[in-house]
């Protein structure tokens, strides 16, 4: 596939990181692909750091759904990449994508977490296994697919958590993602924060009640 990449980055209060995950995606830009910010209602000056680095900075109602429809709305490139903003793209990640939904309709890359901890290795490989087995990929695996089918599906379900797996098992029906062996360097925070173990126990109920049926609104309270 040929064409220009469009890159959605939706942002909450990212000050203290915004101006790295912009500065790592200047190459893309002065390759002709565009970088989309969309903030949803930061108050710590976000909007006004990205506004230099990025071709577009847009205000969105709070939720990363919601954000990243928005972004995707507003863009004029062939395909889509979603990238939170502290997730780093892997060196040329332009043309493994363009590369990749030339064979693949969507796809996604393998994860590293910024994180000497062995445990935290682990959790980044069995992300990356669990993903290829199941076909279903995680927000923190900078998601991309072709625009056409983006929108012809409508986007993201606006729903406050699992958004990425929602969408990947839309997407699962159109084709088999694009599984990268290529790694984004993804923030280990959350999980050194909250405890690997605790983090990774958490999120698999998590989603598990989600594949039971339940509320999205509910497991966002039960996540933050």
Do not use: K
Not at 31 to 40: A, F, K, N, S
Not at 89 to 105: F, I, K
């Amino acid at each position: 596939m040929s064409g220009r990449i469009s890159v959605v980055v939706p942002t909450l209060n990212e000050a203290q990181g915004i101006l790295a995950c912009l500065d790592a995606l200047a190459p893309l830009r002065a390759r002709g692909h565009e970088l989309i910010v969309v903030d949803g209602g930061s108050d710590d000056g976000t909007p006004e750091l990205a506004r230099p680095r990025a071709d577009r900075v847009l205000a969105a109602p709070c939720g990363r759904a919601r954000q990243m429809n928005a972004g995707a709305r507003d863009a004029a490139g062939d395909a889509l990449v979603f990238l939170h903003a502290d997730v780093r793209l892997p060196q040329g990640a332009d043309g493994m994508v363009l590369e990749a939904l030339a064979a693949r309709p969507w796809g996604r890359f393998d994860v590293r977490l910024d994180s000497s901890r062995a445990l935290l290795g682990l959790v980044g490989g069995m992300m990356n296994l669990r993903s290829r087995l199941t076909g279903i990929a995680t927000g923190d695996q900078a998601l991309f697919v072709r625009r056409e089918l983006f929108e012809r599906l409508g986007g993201y379900a606006e729903i406050p958590l699992m958004e990425d797996v929602e969408l990947s098992s839309r997407l699962r029906r159109a084709g088999r993602p694009a599984c990268l062996r290529a790694r984004v360097l993804a923030s280990a925070r959350r999980w050194e924060a909250r405890g690997a173990l605790r983090t990774v126990v958490l999120m698999w109920r998590l989603r598990l009640a989600y594949f039971l049926g339940a509320d999205p609104a509910r497991l966002a309270e039960r996540y933050r």
